[in-house]
Nanobody
Framework: VQLQASGGGLVQAGGSLRLSCTGSDRTFSSYAMAWFRQAPGKERESVAAVSWSGDRAVYSDSVKGRFTISRDNAKNTVYLQMNSLRPEDTAIYYC?????????????????WGQGTLVTVSS
C-alpha cells in the first residue's frame, strides 16, 4: 500500500493541526495504522497507533490527552488530531501501515511508510 501524508505546517504553541494519511490500497481497512515522528537530531518515536477497526488505540505518554488518532476506512484515511501543540512536538510526522489487526507502537511491526509531513510549532 502507498501512503500519502498531509496536513503539516507552522502553528503557534497551543494551537491545533490535523494530519491525514491516505492509503492507495482498497484493503486499507485490513491494516493497522500508526503515526511516528522524528525531530532533528533525534531518533524516530511512536506517537499513536490504531487497530484496523479503530477500536483499539495507544498513545505515547508525551502526547496522551492532547492527540487523537482515528480512521475512516471508507475514505482509506487515518487522522491525527493534534491539540495544545508544544514546541517539542516539532518534527516530521510519518504514517505507517502494518499487515495485521493491531501493531502497537513498535516501528518494526509496520511494513509500509508514508513520505512524512513537517510540523513546526513556534513558541
Amino acid at each position: 500500500v502507498q501512503l500519502q501524508a498531509s496536513g503539516g505546517g507552522l502553528v503557534q504553541a497551543g494551537g491545533s493541526l490535523r494530519l491525514s494519511c491516505t492509503g492507495s490500497d482498497r484493503t486499507f481497512s485490513s491494516y493497522a495504522m500508526a503515526w511516528f515522528r522524528q525531530a532533528p537530531g533525534k531518533e524516530r518515536e511512536s506517537v499513536a497507533a490504531v487497530s484496523w477497526s479503530g477500536d483499539r488505540a495507544v498513545y505515547s505518554d508525551s502526547v496522551k490527552g492532547r492527540f487523537t488518532i482515528s480512521r475512516d476506512n471508507a475514505k482509506n484515511t487515518v487522522y491525527l488530531q493534534m491539540n495544545s501543540l508544544r514546541p517539542e512536538d516539532t518534527a516530521i510526522y510519518y504514517c505507517a501501515a502494518g499487515r495485521t489487526y493491531y501493531s502497537g507502537n513498535s516501528s518494526l511491526a509496520y511494513d509500509y511508510w508514508g513520505q512524512g509531513t513537517l510540523v513546526t510549532v513556534s513558541s
